[in-house]
């Protein structure tokens, strides 16, 4: 009942910055955490950054310094600023909101060149 449509991903360099944002849409009640996680080639995704409805955040400490996450309640939508990109930050950012269960994201690929 909830979609989520992510932009913003592409091809930048090393030390470069994007910004990925993901919209909701769809029967939506309230949305408790709204946050990405992201998959490398060949290993299993995981978890990058949350942010909850009020406001507090949780990174994952290989992006912590060097992502933001916000959210805009009233559009619905969550943002994820990334500066000083690595290689190692190459994967597919999965966008995912909670309300009473988890929805997700079709994923925007990030690729960043050295």
């Known amino acids: 009942q909830v979609q989520l449509v992510e932009s913003g991903g592409g091809l930048v360099q090393a030390w470069g910055s994007l910004r990925l944002s993901c919209a909701a849409s769809g029967s939506i009640s309230s949305i408790n955490v709204m946050g990405w996680y992201r998959q490398a080639p060949g290993k299993q995704r995981e978890f990058a950054a949350a942010?909850?409805?009020?406001?507090?955040?949780n990174y994952a400490d290989s992006v912590k310094g060097r992502f933001t996450i916000s959210r805009d309640n009233a559009k619905n939508t969550v943002y994820l600023q990334m500066n000083s990109l690595k290689p190692e930050d190459t994967a597919v950012y999965y966008c995912?909101?909670?309300?009473?269960?988890?929805?997700w994201g079709q994923g925007t690929q990030v690729t960043v060149s050295s």
């Open positions: 942010i909850a409805r009020g406001g507090a955040t």
């Open positions: 995912y909101v909670l309300t009473s269960r988890y929805y």
